[in-house]
């Protein structure tokens, strides 16, 4: 299990758009990992966010990590927020590595592509030259059902990878930190995300 491989480094890449609430994400992320006292560096790569651009975040974690940045086919888990952006991804995967890509089962309306809509079998059959492990979660749809925000799909997602090992990261560790992090008015909903993660299977 990955859990055990504490002295390993893990890279963690984190795509989607703006106001997915990626950034947040990442920074929960990280802060958990630092509550476990391991090595983490993170870098957060971003356009025009507030538009809807791309957002890229970069985790990595371990021992003796000098660089923010992960390097071409380095990363161990892509975690997707918006299945478009799985293409520039890519670049970041290797099946050599075995990376898994966790792709949240969603589209945001994009005016410069607004015809580009590929099926998940599209998306898979391209992956599959990348990596061994596939995962689809409709996580925008079960939070906008469950706890009627979208947004809270990012912590949902980070919080299904830990609980299922995708990630070398304690459930407890991400919960506290969203309790340290998440401002009180929003902590209740951003709880429940990381509690209805541990129920859903793949």
């Given at each position: 299990m990955r859990q055990n491989k504490i002295n390993?480094?893990?890279?963690?890449?984190?795509?989607?758009?703006?106001?997915q609430g990626l950034i947040?994400?990442?920074?929960?992320?990280?802060?958990?990992?630092?509550?476990?006292?391991?090595?983490?560096?993170?870098?957060?790569?971003h356009g025009l966010s507030q538009r809807?651009?791309?957002?890229?975040?970069?985790?990595?974690?371990?021992?003796n990590i000098y660089s923010p940045l992960i390097?071409?086919?380095?990363?161990?888990l892509i975690l997707v927020l918006e299945k478009r952006e799985v293409f520039p991804s890519l670049y970041f995967a290797s099946k050599s590595k075995g990376t898994i890509f966790l792709i949240n089962d969603c589209l945001v309306p994009?005016?410069?592509?607004?015809?580009?809509?590929?099926s998940n079998d599209k998306i898979k059959?391209?992956?599959?030259g990348f990596s061994k492990k596939i995962i689809f979660i409709p996580a925008s749809k079960i939070m906008k059902e469950k706890l009627g925000k979208e947004i809270v799909s990012s912590i949902f997602l980070i919080s299904f990878a830990s609980f299922k090992n995708l990630i070398p990261v304690k459930p407890k560790s991400i919960l506290k930190a969203i309790k340290e992090s998440i401002p009180k008015k929003y902590l209740d909903i951003n709880v429940k995300a990381?509690?209805?993660?541990?129920?859903?299977s793949f």
């Open positions: 390993k480094n893990f890279n963690i890449i984190i795509a989607g758009t703006g106001g947040t994400a990442g920074r929960i992320l990280a802060k958990a990992i630092f509550l476990e006292k391991k090595e983490i560096k993170m870098s957060e790569l809807g651009g791309s957002v890229v975040i970069h985790l990595r974690m371990g021992k390097n071409r086919g380095e990363t161990d994009s005016p410069s592509l607004p015809n580009f809509n590929p059959k391209i992956i599959n990381f509690n209805l993660a541990e129920k859903v």
